[in-house]
């Protein structure tokens, strides 16, 4: 059974440009947040989806968006890069059988350089 | 607002020791989760214990047990016979009924040979 899988693994990027980051949940689970952890710090909540729409949001701006798609797996969009998003991008899955704040599984994340 | 303070940025024991990592939160909620997460190098967050915050017995797993008191509003995690496998980074996350949430900042576990 595969866990959480994103992808790429690394990437470098210049000021101004735009990322998308990948994301497949793990098997049977229905709703993905993305998180941003800067190095040295905890994970931030960006946002999470569930049946494909924004269903929360975290203190990001508007360049930070997303998707969902019908099978579940998550994009994760950021405009205009600026060095400060240089970080590590999660994205983690949760079953809805476990109701609010259920148990989160991680993928290793992405972690994008701005250079 | 809710926040999540874990004051012990970094922390060595030698392997066998117990070492204990602090955790204070903070919320307006009644109703809310605690959690602890463990970061390998790998950078994958690994779930070890949900706590919600009408249960407050500890709990014990193997080596690892929690002491949840919401009369200080702390959930320390106690390691017992520490193992160089348990060297990573530690995080406390507080969560309410939005789903969403809150990690600290960790800490980071040094287990020495």
């Known amino acids: 059974d595969a866990g959480v899988t994103q992808s790429p693994t690394h990437l470098i990027k210049t000021r101004g440009q735009q990322v998308t980051l990948r994301c497949s949940p793990k098997?049977?689970?229905?709703?993905v947040s993305w998180y941003q952890q800067a190095l040295g710090q905890g994970p931030q909540f960006i946002f999470q989806?569930?049946?494909?729409?924004?269903?929360q949001r975290g203190n990001f701006p508007d360049r930070f968006s997303g998707h969902q798609f019908p099978n579940y797996s998550s994009e994760l969009n950021v405009n205009a890069l600026l060095l400060g998003d240089s970080a590590l991008y999660l994205c983690?899955?949760?079953?809805?059988?476990?109701?609010?704040?259920?148990?989160?599984?991680f993928g290793e994340g992405s972690r994008l350089t701005v250079l | 607002a809710q926040k999540v303070t874990q004051a012990q940025t970094e922390i060595s024991v030698v392997e066998k020791e117990d070492v204990t990592l602090d955790c204070v939160y903070e919320?307006?909620?009644?109703?809310?989760?605690l959690f602890w997460y463990k970061q390998p190098p790998s950078g994958e967050l690994v779930f070890l214990i949900r706590?919600?915050?009408?249960?407050?017995q500890n709990e014990i797993s193997g080596r690892y047990s929690w002491n949840f008191q919401k009369s200080t509003s702390s959930f320390n995690f106690t390691i017992t016979a520490s193992q160089v496998v348990d060297s990573a980074v530690y995080f406390c996350?507080?969560?309410?009924?939005?789903?969403?949430?809150?990690f600290g900042k960790g800490t980071r576990l040094h287990i020495l040979p």
């Open positions: 983690a899955s949760s079953s809805p059988w476990t109701g609010y704040a259920g148990e989160l599984f």
């Open positions: 919320t307006r909620d009644t109703t809310y989760y």
């Open positions: 989806y569930y049946e494909e729409e924004e269903r």
């Open positions: 996350a507080l969560s309410d009924l939005d789903d969403k949430i809150i």
């Open positions: 706590r919600n915050s009408f249960d407050e």
């Open positions: 098997s049977g689970h229905d709703t």
